[in-house]
């Protein structure tokens, strides 16, 4: 039989640089209570010059193993949209730096879905036979991509790193028992432009025309990716629920992706969910794209608001577009001894 995925350690790390919403009004036309009331946030972590997406992906990588009680893993999957270089990928970086030696390691890029696809990844080589311990990482030093003249997005992203250890045991066939069940995946190129940093890659070298002004940074249509959010990740919450023979009742929490508050309140609305069961993270950390999820997770456990046996569906939806969802029944884990926000 085929062995289940389960998570047996997590880790996070955030940069110590923290920027309140007032502190962005002093340099932007914003205001604290234009962000709080339309997403959720007060605060994020954002990186100084000099840190990297790999430093914050070896620290959390690092606790993640600290707290898996192992030194080892031999798969390494980095979902990031901000990589270290835009060649090499980054994830083998964090093998090299984290001691794990020659074993595969390469990065996924979904932009803010980009955990659940590093996820369902490493769940495939797992249940594939093809690895027995993997780390997968979300990591982004996402505000090194923001236009800093530009309020829509300033406001809303920050930077961050959180991760996984991802064990095989043998199947049991207690369905209560911790693991990851089932995905349901989904994209659709055509939204392409909806989120995207149209320049710096080949169409842009291979074209003929000058690059627009800004064309490096990133740029989002807000209205439009949010009603794509809500639809896309409440519908694909519903299949994976669907697959593992889950009623909505059933679920204890659904950790969606932490883009804005708003976003998670109308899925759970959707859903038919209480509210209180989307666990909330962004408030202090912004919109951290593909550590987002773990981040959230890592946070979870710390409050003591994960804990084992609990009936968990993770949802996101990001650039490409893509979106993607997870059931997960959460593990009996050691403490997280590691803050997951500022004091
Ligand atoms: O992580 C990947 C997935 N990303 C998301 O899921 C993000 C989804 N989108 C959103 O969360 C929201 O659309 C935003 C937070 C980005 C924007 O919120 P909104 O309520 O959709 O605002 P809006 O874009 O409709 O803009 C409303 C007004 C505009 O002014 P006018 O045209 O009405 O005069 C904006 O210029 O708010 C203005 N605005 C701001 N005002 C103060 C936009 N950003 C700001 C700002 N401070 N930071």
Redesign the pocket.
Same mark, same amino acid.
């Given at each position: 039989m085929a062995p289940t995925p389960v998570i047996t350690g997590i880790g996070a790390s955030l940069p110590p640089r923290v920027v309140t919403n007032d502190d962005?009004a002093r340099q932007?036309? @914003? @205001?604290d209570e234009?962000?709080r009331t339309?997403?959720g946030i007060s605060r994020r972590h954002v990186v100084q010059p000099g840190t990297t997406t790999s430093d914050l992906a070896v620290e959390a990588g690092a606790r993640a193993l600290k707290n898996a009680g192992t030194s080892d893993a031999d798969l390494v999957v980095l979902a990031t949209t901000t990589p270290d270089r835009p060649c090499p990928a980054t994830a083998p970086t964090v093998a090299a730096r984290l001691g794990l030696g020659t074993v595969p390691a390469f990065d996924v890029a979904a &932009?803010?879905s980009g955990f659940v696809y590093a996820l369902y990844t490493a769940t495939a080589a797992l249940v594939a036979g093809q690895a027995r311990t993997a780390l997968v990482v979300g990591a982004e030093s996402f505000t090194t991509l923001l236009n800093p003249r530009d309020? @829509? @997005?300033?406001? $809303?992203?920050g930077d961050g790193a959180g991760a996984v250890v991802l064990s095989a045991r043998p199947d049991a066939a207690d369905p209560k028992q911790a693991g990851i069940l089932h995905f349901d995946l989904g994209s659709d190129g055509t939204l392409a432009d909806l989120?995207t940093v149209p320049g710096g890659g080949a169409e842009q070298r291979t074209s003929a025309r000058e690059p627009e002004p800004d064309a490096q940074y990133f740029q989002?249509d807000?209205?439009a &990716?949010?009603s794509a959010?809500v639809r896309r990740m409440s519908d694909s919450t519903r299949a994976a629920l669907g697959a593992s023979g889950w009623s909505v009742e059933q679920v204890d929490w659904l950790v969606g992706?932490q883009? *804005?508050v708003? $976003?998670l309140t109308a899925v759970a609305e959707q859903l038919d969910l209480p509210p209180e069961k989307a666990l909330i993270h962004l408030d202090r950390v912004g *919109?951290t794209?593909a550590a987002?999820i773990p981040l959230a997770l890592a946070d979870g456990c710390l409050r003591g608001r994960l804990k084992a046996g609990d009936r968990v569906v993770l949802t996101a939806? /990001? /650039?490409g577009a893509t979106w993607g969802s997870a059931t997960l029944v959460w593990p009996d884990l050691p403490p997280v001894e590691n803050p997951t926000t500022a004091p």
């Open positions: 962005l932007l036309d @914003t @205001t234009w962000i339309r997403t &932009v803010c309020r @829509t @997005t300033a406001a $809303i992203f989120i989002m807000g209205r &990716v949010f959010a992706h883009a *804005n708003r $976003i *919109n794209s987002s939806f /990001g /650039g």
